[in-house]
């Protein structure tokens, strides 16, 4: 679906004359002759616009009524007064219909200070109220949830925070009851209102109805300053304004970027700014002193890193974690490459993949963007749960549905939380994203007239997935429009066979025409925050920085964690990752940490991995703290600036890193965060000539700008001849394992207060037809294991799950799924 | 004497069955339009001057011409809500005579294309559900509800949708929200139904009596039924007479008739001793009318050009025996208690007037109040989302016009009537405590 | 000098309605939050499934069948209990929170348990006219507390010519006399048919002109 065109008409208003885009609405046309029409329910955030407050009342010629300006579009040679004795005594009789139970409350209100309804009353009102009745009274603040308080007193019933649940998070639990004045905002039977956006509606609400509970009372709008930034939390990096006052951050609101994130936050985005000033966080070197890690000075900590690390030389491993930044990631393969000597180092967690698959898969052709999914004729997500692994694309994908009637596919093991939104639902076996593949390129095959049925019958039955889902699917994604958008999980080239997952991947691709397409294409959600900002930076084993070819390919991460166990490495540096929290194969990483000499790690808080193996602890700057730039999944640059300065004694890790190097003899010539930019945007060709000024606040595609022909091509983008992969083992009576990291599962929520209760525990996710067989029921207790390991969990049934799998959490600091070794596990009651 | 069109029949034994009903020449209409082309059922509709019965008086036959031509989903909705204070007119007519309204639906709904049709019953009118109910299954057995009917190649569904109670569901717009399954709340204008409507496609809906109307106007043709009422008001009109009359019930009138003669000469009129004060000429939520208004015509015109409204052809009468006041805060209440409460002004303007009125009632007002009450009516209307809260606004703004010295004197004696009480007996602690009370 | 803070709960309930159970209530935090029900974990009985399916299958979505879903719920349950809602819920697809949502905008469903006969007497302002506010007292006395009555004072119900009238279990009966009221009263508690002589379903037309004719 092609985006609208915009046209511009000339109307007139207040007797000036304003250009404005065509079919916007009145309020935001009359902007452009800078007329502000007063509004409460109007956010087009919101999608169309209800009509319910009556503030945006004005006069059109040629109307007899008064018309509410925020839904009548503007058109050409319109005559609209906002300034007439009949506007101001609508807008009069609002104010004071709407102050009629309001308490007026503000000095001790949240809100006071940067209050809409203040700012309307002020402005608009008639400055009096006939109302001498005595006003409603009730018990205040009441909790919405452990996050949101709820003082429904001040609430003037504009719509706002039900609308954003139901129209754009649909998850429809917070809701008007009753009806006439006794209208009020509750949900469902006093059940709390937790929903991954639900912290969105403190920032809709006009009034101080709805309030943050960590906010409260903290500040008021004279004593704070708001920072721009981005949330690094996950890969979707949505723009944050923090709100600081004397050196904390009290509060993280959205900072509206259409490309981005559409102007909203989740949960995790909104409230995990905590984490930056609890006791739990490390803001002070330390060292392992008998056993034990113990503060010391800086000085010692780098002078002990420096030299065991110039012991080790060439046998160190580094693996960054998803959070680092571009220029900390360059700088980290430098320190390893250049100064150590090694080739180790990683920042993929699934394995390797070739240097040409990278090429070919983060080529600019290839590249679909945020906004694309929106526009888009049809969207197929594959193997990623967007809610968890980039949430704030989850509400783009709904309001694609919503509002451009996207055809939507959704291809996971997982039931996903899109599936009631989805057109079509296909489900293959956790890990069989290869065959899958395989069987959705020969299907479409079979659609454009090729004779292969019976190679979709194999290849999906392969992937446990039903070959009619599969020709379905190849149909849809056929037959929808030309724009098609793949949004795919990082995990579909995960694992051993990864590479032939992202070939077929690519297969898939190219049959579909997606490449060279603007308005179609791949989007990848990586495993960390700035995976493909890493990858590009040269944190790959054979990569250098610009996915440039190096000398000697190095160990990835499994194959770092092995030689490591197998003393082939000595020492291990860790930036930002706990390899028994982040990556798979717990067992493996936790010999890899027994065995090493030496472990650095550069990190916030201290996870089961750092506490037990780290020799040096760094502490990490916050995301806070941070300068630097991340990279977004369509290949947007954006800017991290500190909103304030370091905590306790913590450094900038650009500063340690090039610290450390100078202590071994090499100076990386680093004196300033900007020029750790400078010398990564000088070894990418492909951004050349970016400078911060340039990204400024809202950020840069690279694969828009001219220097993007300096991507290197790679030999070949496919179509690749492609081996079937070998079929699932036979269950034999256990079930398939398959694993997922909820948006929860994060060490800043687990030490941030406000968010304590969402950190999860493990479940053990069954279909009713499996549990029934194993005489399971929810809520009971078992332990799912394999080869030796297992681990314990509570058993929950889900309806849509598939028969035959059992899906585990991972990333939790107990019982975490990375402990077991699939494919097959056995369930039992414990 | 009016020629009876709708009543016709009205009490003849078993007409709600079928089978009396065609004995009585029923599903004629049907089949005659059946062989009729779309736009010729149109222009017989827009020939006949019929207007809607429902209380906007809207043309019929315009409103099914704005209905798109081609193949897109459509729908025909029967607005049955009948909750308008005075109103039971659809009540009768759905009672006895369940397959004029049927056959009114088909004849409109393959006029204007559409596939799936709905009654929207009130919840209330239990016994009206069920012989409808039957009604449908009777007319589907026949196959005039269906695929292909009669061999017309137009094919439709007709389903009751019963609602659970909620004045604001007649309006138009939501009751297609409350169709849909949601909180009754209207719908902003445009778009119009004609055009998005039911489940977002062009919808035409109309009141019980209208759509009951159109077989009559197919078999008699349009310009004949034209003949009837007045030039713009044609046609007969159920009109339901309640209050202080000693015949209340429902009356088929030409359009025109003067209104004494109904109030009067068929309802028979105020009961011994009394007589009217002031009279509601189209539902609680028009401007009241004075005795002095009692020779107007009866049609749409004449009761526009009086101030007020036809509305849906419910007259209420009081008489000298009750207080205005008594009347006006009714009828707030009864708005304050169906708003939907989407829009402010009348979420709070009903709400603010009734507490207004119940210190005018209760003798803490002061005739000032009088001027903030008038002046929150003039607040209201206009700018609310539907009308509901001008149908509020309008009728109690007209009471308090006509009437002013005697909410006056009422805030005076009820005044006169507390002083006297509480010097003589309440000790200012109750008095507190009673503020907050 | 201390001020004692005002005490909301000691703000009594105005007649007038300025105070609706629920505005003062506070979630329940140790709840969970109360998503679409999983038909996994969720028992429909099987004939409440049947009904709501077959409302179901009039609309051309599913969200139509909410109003007749919840009436299924009230008829089986007495009012719409927050299991009843889950288990509609279950079977529409949709949050129990929208439907409650919806439930509470409707009069005629009740969301806090009542009594299984229902008395709806109007007070609009035609049967206010002829008495009805009396009528409404009176049958509130005589029903007393007893715990098997809902007796509700109802907007107009569409039957002013019987004014004072009031819907006895659904059917209507009117005009009722005070008099009349303790036999009416004794019927709904015998199970037997409400005043059968002022029932409207025998009423005839008054139109005289229709009268005439047949
Ligand atoms: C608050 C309100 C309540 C209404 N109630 C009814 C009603 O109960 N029955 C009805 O037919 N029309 C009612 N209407 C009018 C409808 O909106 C609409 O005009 C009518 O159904 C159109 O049908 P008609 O053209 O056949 O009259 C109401 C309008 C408003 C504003
Ligand atoms: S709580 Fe706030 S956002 Fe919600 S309806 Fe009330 S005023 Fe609007
Ligand atoms: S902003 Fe236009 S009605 Fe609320």
Same mark, same amino acid.
């Given at each position: 679906m092609p985006r609208p065109e915009t046209r511009m008409v000339t109307l007139s208003i207040d007797g000036r004359e304003v250009t404005a885009p065509e079919n916007v609405m009145l309020v935001d046309g009359a902007k452009y002759g800078d007329v502000e029409i007063p509004v409460f329910c109007y956010e087009p955030k919101l999608g169309?616009?209800? $009509?319910?407050?009556?503030?945006?009342l004005v006069e059109i010629e040629g109307i007899p009524k008064l018309q509410t300006a925020c839904s009548t579009p503007v058109k050409d040679g319109m005559v609209v007064h906002t300034q007439t004795a009949r506007v101001h005594a609508a807008q009069e009789a609002i104010v004071e219909f709407l102050l009629?139970?309001?308490?007026? &409350?503000c000095p001790v209100? &949240?809100?006071?200070? *940067?209050?809409p309804l203040q700012d309307i009353s002020f402005g608009? %009102?008639?400055?009096?109220?006939?109302f001498i009745e005595p006003k409603r009274h009730f018990q205040k603040?009441?909790?919405?949830s452990p996050l949101i308080a709820i003082d429904r007193e001040r609430c003037?019933?504009?719509y706002r925070c039900v609308r954003f649940s139901q129209?754009?998070?649909?998850?429809?639990?917070?809701v008007l009851q009753e009806?006439?004045?006794?209208t009020f905002v509750a949900t469902f /039977? %006093?059940?709390?209102?937790?929903?991954?956006?639900? $912290?969105n509606i403190i920032e809709l609400c006009?009034? @101080?109805?709805l309030t943050s509970q960590p906010y409260r009372?903290?500040?008021?709008p004279w004593d704070i300053e708001g920072s721009g930034s981005v949330c690094?939390?996950?890969?979707?990096?949505c723009n944050v304004n923090f709100t600081v006052r004397d050196e904390r951050v009290l509060r993280v609101l959205a900072r509206d970027h259409a490309e981005v994130d559409d102007g909203w936050l989740c949960d995790k985005g909104r409230f995990a700014y905590q984490a930056v000033h609890v &006791? *739990?966080?490390?803001?002070r070197p330390m060292i392992r002193d008998g056993g034990e890690l113990r503060p010391v000075s800086w000085e010692r900590a780098l002078e002990h890193a420096a030299s065991a690390l110039g012991r080790a030389q060439a046998r160190v491993g580094a693996i960054a974690g998803g959070e680092t930044t571009n220029e900390e990631g360059f700088l980290l393969q430098r320190l390893v490459? *250049?100064?150590?000597?090694?080739?180790?180092? /990683?920042?993929?967690?699934g394995g390797s993949l070739s240097l040409d698959l990278h090429r070919a898969l983060g080529a600019p052709a290839a590249q679909a963007t945020v906004s694309d999914l929106e526009f888009a004729d049809a969207v197929l997500v594959l193997d990623c749960e967007p809610v968890d692994d980039a949430p704030i694309l989850d509400l783009r994908i709904r309001k694609g549905v919503r509002r451009r009637r996207v055809e939507l596919a959704v291809a996971t093991s997982r039931p996903s939380s899109l599936d009631p939104n989805a057109r079509l639902r296909v489900r293959f076996a956790p890990g069989c994203a290869e065959a899958f593949l395989l069987a959705l390129e020969a299907a479409i095959g079979t659609a454009a007239g090729e004779p292969r049925r019976e190679e979709v019958a194999r290849l999906a039955q392969a992937a446990g997935a039903d070959a009619g889902a599969v020709h379905a699917l190849a149909d849809l994604l056929t037959t929808s429009g030309d724009d098609v958008v793949v949004l795919w999980g990082e995990r579909v080239t995960g694992g051993e066979r990864g590479e032939y997952a992202g070939r077929a991947l690519l297969n898939v691709a190219g049959r579909l025409g997606l490449r060279d397409r603007d308005g179609a294409g791949l989007l990848c959600v990586p495993a960390g925050t700035n995976g493909r900002g890493l990858a590009e930076a040269g944190v790959l084993p054979n990569a250098g920085p610009g996915l440039s070819e190096v000398e000697e390919a190095g160990r990835d991460a499994a194959g770092i964690a092995a030689a490591v166990a197998a003393g082939d490495l000595v020492a291990l540096y860790l930036l930002h990752t706990d390899p028994l929290r982040d990556l798979p194969n717990r067992g493996a990483w936790e010999a890899a940490l027994d065995r090493a000499s030496l472990v650095v790690a550069h990190a916030a808080f201290l996870t089961e991995g750092i506490r037990a193996h780290a020799d040096v602890v760094f502490p990490a700057e916050s995301y806070a703290e941070k300068e630097g730039t991340v990279t977004h999944p369509d290949g947007r640059l954006q800017r991290l600036r500190p909103a304030? %300065?370091?905590? @306790?004694?913590t450094r900038a890790e650009w500063q340690v890193l090039a610290e450390l190097a100078r202590r071994l003899g090499? /100076?990386?010539?680093?004196?300033?965060g900007p020029m750790a930019t400078d010398q990564l945007v000088a070894a990418v060709p492909f951004y050349a000539g970016i400078t911060l000024d340039e990204l @400024?606040?809202?950020?840069?595609?690279?694969?828009?700008?001219?220097?993007?022909?300096?991507f290197p091509a790679p030999a070949?983008?496919?179509p690749f001849e492609l081996e079937p992969p070998?079929?699932?083992?036979?269950p034999n009576g256990r079930l398939r394992l398959g694993t997922f990291r909820s948006i929860w599962a994060a060490p800043e929520v687990e030490v941030s207060p406000a968010l304590k209760f969402l950190h999860p525990r493990q479940r053990a996710e069954l279909s009713p037809a499996d549990a029934q067989r194993l005489k399971l029921f929810p809520g009971d207790r078992v332990t799912v294991g394999s080869d030796g390991h297992s681990v314990s969990a509570i058993v929950a049934l889900r309806d849509g799950a598939p028969e035959g799998t059992v899906f585990l959490e991972t990333?939790?600091?107990? /019982?975490?799924?990375?402990?077991l070794e699939g494919p097959l596990v056995e369930v039992r009651k414990a | 004497m009016t020629q009876l069109?709708? +009543? !016709?029949?009205?009490?003849?034994? #078993?007409?709600?069955t079928l089978e009396v009903y065609q004995r009585r020449g029923g599903y004629e209409g049907m089949r005659k339009a059946l062989g009729m082309s779309r736009d010729q059922l149109i222009a017989e509709l827009e020939a006949s001057g019929l207007r809607g019965r429902?209380?906007?008086? +809207?043309s019929m036959g315009k409103k099914a011409s704005?209905?798109?031509?081609?193949?897109?989903?459509k729908y025909l909705v029967c607005?049955?809500? =009948?909750?308008?204070?005075?109103?039971f007119k659809d009540r009768e007519l759905m009672q006895k005579c369940p397959h004029m309204l049927i056959e009114g639906m088909i004849i409109a709904a393959y006029a204007v294309g559409a596939n799936r049709a709905f009654i929207y019953i009130r919840g209330e009118y239990e016994l009206q559900a069920q012989i409808l109910e039957r009604a449908l299954e009777e007319a589907r057995g026949q196959g005039y509800?269906?695929?292909d009917i009669l061999g017309s190649g137009h094919s439709m569904t007709l389903w009751l949708h019963r609602g659970?109670?909620?004045?604001?569901?007649?309006?138009e717009t939501a009751l297609l929200d409350s169709l849909e399954g949601k909180r009754g709340n209207p719908r902003l204008k445009p778009p119009f139904p004609a055009n998005?409507?039911?489940?977002?496609g062009p919808t035409l809906i109309n009141n019980v009596e209208t759509l009951a109307t159109v077989p009559h106007i197919i078999r008699m043709g349009g310009e004949e039924y034209a !003949?009837?009422?007045?030039?713009g008001s044609t046609g007969t009109k159920l009109v339901s007479v309640s209050g202080n009359v000693r015949n209340p019930g429902n009356f088929e009138i030409e359009l025109g008739t003067p209104a004494r003669e109904i109030i009067y #000469?068929?309802?028979?009129?105020?009961? =011994?001793?009394?007589?009217? !004060? +002031?009279?509601?000429?189209?539902?609680?939520s028009s401007p009241v009318l004075l005795?002095?208004?009692?020779?107007?015509?009866?049609?749409f015109d004449s009761m526009a050009k009086a101030g007020s409204m036809l509305g849906s052809g419910a007259i209420i009468v009081i008489d000298d025996a009750n207080s205005v006041v008594d009347v006006a805060l009714k009828t707030a209440k009864f708005y304050r208690h169906e708003s939907?409460?989407?829009?402010?002004p009348c979420r709070e303007g009903t709400n603010w007037t009734v507490r207004m009125l119940e210190r005018i009632d209760s003798g803490e007002a002061t005739p000032m109040d009088l001027d903030i009450m008038a002046s929150v009516q003039e607040q209201i209307i206009g700018n609310c989302l539907c009308v509901l809260g001008d149908a509020m606004a309008m009728p109690v703004g007209s009471m308090i016009a006509k009437f002013r010295e005697e909410f006056e004197a009422h805030i005076e004696a009820a005044r006169e009537r507390n002083d006297a009480l509480t010097t003589a007996v309440a000790p200012p602690e109750a008095l507190i405590q009673g503020a907050v009370a | 000098m201390t001020i004692d803070p005002?005490?909301?709960?000691?703000v009594p309930r105005f007649d007038h309605g300025?105070?609706?159970?629920?505005?003062d209530e506070a979630v329940d935090l140790t709840k969970d939050p109360a998503e679409v029900p999983d038909p996994a974990t969720t028992p429909v009985p099987d004939d409440l499934r049947a009904a709501i399916e077959a409302h179901i299958?009039?609309?051309?979505?599913?969200?139509?069948?909410t109003v007749p879903a919840l009436r299924e719920v009230q008829e089986r349950y007495g009012w719409c209990t927050p299991e009843g809602i889950e288990q509609a819920a279950c079977v529409l697809r949709l949050t129990p929170a929208y439907l409650i949502s919806v439930a509470t905008f409707y009069?005629?469903?009740?969301?806090r348990p009542v009594g299984r006969n229902t008395i709806y007497v109007c007070t609009n302002i035609s049967c206010s006219l002829c008495g009805a506010d009396e009528l409404y007292t009176t049958v509130r006395d005589e029903v007393?507390?007893?715990?098997e009555f809902n007796v509700r004072s109802f907007e107009?119900?569409?039957a002013c010519d019987i004014a004072p009238m009031a819907s006895v279990n659904g059917t209507y009966v009117g005009?009722?006399?005070?008099?009349?009221v303790p036999t009416l009263v004794q019927q709904v508690r015998d199970g037997a048919e409400p005043l059968p002589d002022k029932q409207l379903a025998r009423r005839r037309s008054v139109d005289p002109n229709a009268a005439s004719r047949s």
């Open positions: 169309a616009p209800v $009509g319910a407050c009556r503030m945006c009629i139970n309001h308490p007026l &409350d209100c &949240d809100k006071g200070g *940067e209050c608009w %009102g008639g400055g009096r109220s006939r603040p009441l909790a919405l003037i019933l504009c129209e754009i998070a649909e998850d429809y639990q917070l009806r006439a004045a006794h /039977d %006093g059940h709390p209102y937790v929903a991954p956006f639900s $912290g006009p009034v @101080g109805a009372f903290r500040a008021r690094t939390l996950c890969p979707a990096q &006791d *739990e966080r490390i803001t490459r *250049e100064v150590l000597l090694s080739n180790d180092v /990683d920042s993929r967690a304030i %300065g370091h905590q @306790g004694e090499r /100076d990386l010539g680093v004196h300033t @400024g606040g809202k950020g840069l595609r690279w694969p828009a700008r001219e220097a993007a022909s300096a070949t983008a496919g070998a079929p699932a083992p036979a990333a939790i600091p107990e /019982d975490s799924a990375s402990l | 069109i709708l +009543f !016709k029949d009205i009490d003849e034994p #078993g007409l709600a429902g209380g906007a008086g +809207f704005f209905i798109p031509k081609g193949t897109m989903d607005n049955a809500d =009948e909750s308008e204070p005075g109103t509800i269906g695929e659970a109670g909620a004045y604001i569901c007649g309006e998005q409507g039911l489940f977002q !003949k009837l009422g007045t030039p #000469g068929l309802a028979g009129g105020p009961h =011994e001793g009394r007589e009217v !004060k +002031f009279w509601f000429p189209g539902g609680s005795p002095k208004d009692l020779d107007l015509p009866y049609d939907c409460g989407k829009c402010t | 005002i005490d909301p709960r000691r300025s105070r609706v159970p629920g505005w299958a009039k609309y051309p979505e599913r969200r139509s069948a009069d005629m469903l009740e969301t007393g507390d007893d715990p107009c119900l569409g005009p009722i006399s005070l008099d009349e």
